[in-house]
């Protein structure tokens, strides 16, 4: 949940007085409606493979050419929908130097931003490779040459020797200066067979999003935003507590700005995040249960912190529906007596 709408839940209800409704009421506030919970039953969608599906590897770098140069990436990884996303040595200092402001119940509420401006982009070329915060990635598009040699919209190119094999591999890179260099990285490909996987991975646009507020089990607010014709539309409710409580609509939902207007989930486990004002947030993800459709998702900036204690993640529940798939969020926080949950469900259709 959002840290500043758990302080203003504490704020608001602790200087108002909180109060209590009878056991009758209670049970009937809080009676969760059906569009806030997941279905029992976990099936996949039926999206086809995206154009590059086959091609879509993380190559992380091993050895950099002669070791006497300057490593210009540390890892590049190739998305199935045709983009690609450049990890520099610079993002590696970054994540061990940043401190990151987590979520006042302990966990991270992805496709909301984490209360930093540090993930600003600016546009690079005219073929729209994007550099994120002074450099720490690079993301642009890339087309496939022939099988294993790949060209990047930076002017790089990338040609795997070893392409099929699990483990190390060969590659050479030829840098936007036309210099070649071999390096050697490591690839997974045992992803690839996995339906769940293919079926998550791809790029999402996220056409609404629903939260629905609690406390102390009352029900007092409902917000809603979605996307239409490029534009971000909301629409708030609160309730007569909510009222009471001197709520209103700009303590409920996120800036417009803020509208995570797509994602796009990569089988290596990266998950990226675009904002309405130019943005970007960057986790990872794993499937904790393909049986009932849970992923752990964690916060930006902890990718390849495995020094930290590796606690700040999000569990939430995915379910498809065809070409569509929801995310459902709980968050639950006990603070000064008062117990705050909300609900989100996030709705994507699979198109960029």
């Not at 839940?9 to 209670?26: E, P, Q, R, T, Y």
């Not at 993301?139 to 022939?146: F, H, L």
């Not at 490591?186 to 629903?210: G, H, N, V």
């Amino acid at each position: 949940m959002r840290r500043n709408i758990l302080y203003s839940l504490i704020i608001a209800i602790a200087s108002l007085g909180f109060v209590a409704c009878d056991s009758d009421d209670n049970e009937k506030q809080s009676q969760f409606p059906d569009g806030a919970k997941p279905s029992t039953e976990f099936t996949l969608g039926n999206n086809a493979d995206e154009q590059y599906a086959k091609d879509a590897i993380k190559m992380d770098v091993k050895t950099w050419g002669d070791g006497k140069t300057d490593k210009e990436f540390n890892s590049i990884e190739l998305f199935a929908d045709g983009h690609f996303l450049i990890t520099t040595p610079k993002a590696k200092k970054a994540q061990q130097t940043v401190g990151v402001t987590r979520q006042a119940d302990g966990s991270t509420a992805i496709f909301k931003k984490n209360g930093t401006e540090r993930m600003k982009t600016r546009a690079v070329d005219a073929e729209g490779t994007i550099i994120i915060d002074n450099g720490l990635y690079i993301y642009g598009t890339y087309t496939r040459v022939k099988d294993g040699v790949y060209q990047l919209s930076n002017q790089t190119t990338i040609r795997i020797k070893d392409n099929g094999i699990t483990g190390y591999a060969t590659i050479t890179y030829t840098n936007s200066f036309g210099v070649d260099i071999t390096i050697v990285v490591d690839i997974d490909f045992q992803y690839k067979p996995d339906p769940a996987i293919r079926q998550l991975c791809r790029s999402w646009r996220m056409d609404s999003s629903e939260t629905w507020l609690y406390a102390n089990g009352v029900y007092f607010a409902y917000g809603k935003q979605w996307l239409k014709h490029g534009r971000v539309y909301q629409e708030v409710t609160l309730s007569p507590e909510g009222k009471q409580w001197d709520f209103d609509e700009d303590d409920i939902l996120d800036d417009k700005d803020d509208y995570c207007y797509r994602t796009i989930f990569s089988p290596c486990g990266t998950f990226v995040c675009f904002y309405m004002d130019g943005d970007v947030e960057i986790g990872r993800w794993e499937w904790k249960d393909t049986n009932y459709g849970i992923l752990r998702c964690w916060e930006p900036f902890e990718i390849g912190d495995y020094d930290d204690d590796d606690d700040d993640y999000a569990d939430v529940t995915v379910r498809f529906d065809g070409k569509k798939m929801r995310i459902y969020q709980d968050y639950m926080d006990d603070e000064d007596d008062f117990q705050f949950r909300v609900l989100n469900v996030s709705e994507f259709s699979a198109r960029y």
